[in-house]
């Protein structure tokens, strides 16, 4: 059929899905954009032509003929690709990657920008989505393949070559990139992004550039580009010499760890890791990305890990001999910046989908979809130890029964975890005057909001806070962006995961959600734009704008590297320091959130914020509740260090002072090698 190149990538979009466990869904199932010049004409003209005439059903594919699931379910007509135009170009790919990761990764949506500006604004929104495994398909307008009218507006002009292109930065910070300067070249690219977004173990942000020219060029295609097709996401298996080292090294532990990460979440493995934790008695500490993999309350649950990690995990992480990883791409706040595991006969056995992660602190590898390899290790223990005759070894202290940490070591785990229960209710309560603590607010927030709601963050003081106090009892209830840490993330994905959530309850596989945007007024101020869109498209967000006159984690960090806190507050220029220390700023955030379309509920005490929570959670319209609270308020301590480095030579006493304690904690760090 002969059609545009614009228009046969949206009619393949449209047709394409994913499965995993038998359960199919449309692998595309939108597209965010903004037009411009660069695509107005092209995909912008696709996009409309599909909703206008819809193309009829495709025959099924044959993997999927006898499966049950059929197009139309999710409520988007055949040939369809639904699109919602976003407000900032990085905003719709955080939306994008709110979605994807509240679908498990087994759904991504894609992005459709201008040539120039419009596209290079994605790739700060690439970067987040590739360091998070996250996957994303962006569509960046290029220049004109042919060359006829060079340089077009916004066209990057390099003397080394007339190919080079702004969008060639997106190379770097995508699992894969194409450039399609030729219609025929359009399948190959098609199917090579479609087998990189389904692939747990090479997924990310994948990009396509689109010549601008070439989208509104015409092409015959075969009808069976067009065709149903179902990509299995796939559930690889523990290799069993491998299995059998894991289960080696895990029964010789007697102080054994287990450290989830975001791949037991993704996996939808948290059943299994309930199982295993249950079976061998060992404790569960989570990263940020894997907090929620396990109830907090749960006996074997022992908080976050690492610099921001709970006391409890910590110390437990010091002394541990065998520390199992799953799911985790151990980041420098999940080691501490190598300082959390202090034995110094610790061993790792990482189970992981990519080898590059298992590979990680000279482990014991066991390369496995997360729920696979928890089910075959949780079978493994169980077992008696054998030779490798399959007799039973009497020699063994543990021979006869299935492996289980000793008593002792979870009484004491048990006791510190109980202690520091204690620890949390009183930061949640502090009292803190004249303006209340951050710590009040999360308290608060934590009692009101219902298990299954989610709770998005991503950059300042607020995740550390929350790695440490949080208690999660869903596992999709917290939802921290921490691999890139991007400020303006949090209204943006949130978006993406309402919208997620939206489609989960209206296609009946589980009930809606509500979901809280917390954001502080670094991140309001880099983007708050989403809000109209989420305004414009009827998706009720529940956004609490936390004031403090600055950045408070940067400043907190300042002042423990010896920089004063340092540019960190908003103030007003001193005519006579010539610094930025003084009066506080007239922004009113309440009244911007207000401008472009949120209801806005302002909060001066934690009792009237916690009646703005009800007021919010039963309102049907985005809603916005202010409240200021308190840099310098108190915060526990998470027994713990993150490596940032302090200058070797100084005038400053306080940045000498803070580098005498730098050199003490960079005496513990270790090469895990």
Not at 14 to 25: L, M, T
Request: one cysteine or more; glycine letters at 8%.
């Amino acid at each position: 059929m002969k059609l545009t190149v614009a228009q046969a990538l949206v009619r393949f979009l449209a047709n394409q899905y994913s499965e995993r466990d038998g359960v199919e869904q449309r692998l595309i199932p939108g597209c965010f954009g903004i037009f411009g010049h660069g695509n107005v004409a092209g995909v912008a003209q696709a996009l409309l032509e599909s909703a206008s005439t819809p193309a009829p059903e495709p025959p099924p594919s044959p993997s999927s003929a006898s499966r049950g699931f059929r197009q139309g379910e999710s409520g988007i007509p055949s040939g369809v690709l639904p699109y919602h135009l976003a407000r900032n170009e990085q905003g719709m790919v955080h939306a994008s990657v709110g979605y994807a990761r509240m679908r498990n990764r087994l759904q991504a949506m894609a992005c459709t920008a201008s040539i120039g500006p419009g596209s290079t604004n994605m790739v700060t929104g690439a970067a987040l989505a590739t360091i998070n495994r996250i996957p994303v398909l962006l569509l960046p307008s290029d220049y004109f393949a042919t060359r006829v009218a060079s340089p077009v507006l916004q066209e990057l002009e390099d003397p080394r070559g007339y190919d080079v292109s702004v969008n060639d930065a997106f190379r770097p910070v995508s699992r894969f990139f194409d450039r399609v300067e030729r219609p025929e070249q359009l399948p190959s690219a098609l199917l090579g992004a479609m087998r990189v977004l389904t692939d747990p173990a090479e997924t990310g942000a994948v990009t396509i550039a689109l010549p601008q020219d070439v989208q509104a060029e015409a092409y015959d295609w075969p009808d069976e580009l067009f065709a149903r097709r179902v990509w299995h996401v796939a559930r690889p298996v523990p290799e069993p010499a491998a299995l059998a080292r894991a289960v080696e090294v895990l029964r010789s532990a007697s102080k054994p760890l287990l450290v989830a990460g975001g791949g037991v979440i993704y996996s939808e493995a948290t059943a299994a890791l309930r199982a295993f934790a249950e079976a061998t008695g060992i404790p569960v500490a989570d990263t940020q990305a894997g907090k929620g993999a396990l109830a907090w309350d749960h006996p074997c649950a022992v908080g976050g890990v690492g610099s921001t990690g709970s006391p409890v995990a910590n110390a437990l992480a010091r002394d541990a001999d065998v520390v199992l990883g799953v799911g985790t791409r151990y980041s420098d706040f999940t080691t501490a910046s190598r300082t959390a595991f202090q034995n110094p006969d610790v061993r790792f056995v990482n189970l992981n989908i990519t080898s590059f992660d298992a590979a990680k602190h000279a482990a014991t590898m066991l390369v496995a979809d997360a729920r696979e390899g928890l089910t075959a290790l949780t079978e493994a223990l169980a077992k008696s130890p054998t030779h490798p005759d399959g007799i039973p070894d009497s020699r063994e202290s543990t021979a006869g029964r299935p492996y289980r940490v000793d008593p002792e070591y979870a009484a004491g785990w048990t006791a510190r975890r109980d202690e520091w229960n204690l620890v949390v209710e009183r930061a949640y309560r502090l009292g803190h005057q004249p303006l209340p603590a951050q710590t009040e607010v999360l308290g608060a927030l934590n009692e009101l909001l219902e298990p299954r709601d989610v709770l998005v963050q991503a950059a300042g003081s607020m995740p550390g806070d929350l790695q440490m106090l949080w208690r999660a009892a869903d596992e999709k209830a917290y939802h921290v962006e921490y691999g890139y840490s991007c400020m303006g993330y949090e209204i943006a994905g949130a978006l993406g995961i309402k919208m997620a959530a939206l489609a989960a309850a209206q296609s009946g596989r589980e009930p809606d959600r509500e979901v809280f945007a917390l954001v502080g007024d670094g991140s309001y101020l880099m983007m708050a734009s989403e809000i109209v869109t989420a305004v414009s498209e009827g998706i009720k967000l529940n956004l609490v704008i936390v004031q403090n006159q600055g950045f408070a984690s940067i400043g907190a960090l300042s002042e423990s590297v010896g920089s004063q806190r340092f540019g960190t507050a908003y103030r007003y220029r001193d005519p006579n320091t010539g610094q930025l220390d003084g009066g506080i700023l007239p922004v009113d955030l309440a009244a911007n959130a207000a401008s472009l379309g949120a209801e806005v509920i302002r909060v001066r005490t934690i009792d009237e914020f916690r009646d703005a929570i009800r007021t919010s959670r039963a309102a049907t319209k985005t809603t916005a509740i202010h409240i200021e609270t308190d840099p310098l308020a108190p915060v526990p301590s998470s027994e713990s260090w993150w490596d940032v480095p302090v200058a070797q030579v100084a005038a400053l006493d306080s940045t000498q002072q803070a580098r005498k304690t730098y050199e003490e904690h960079k005496a513990a760090q270790r090469p895990l090698i």
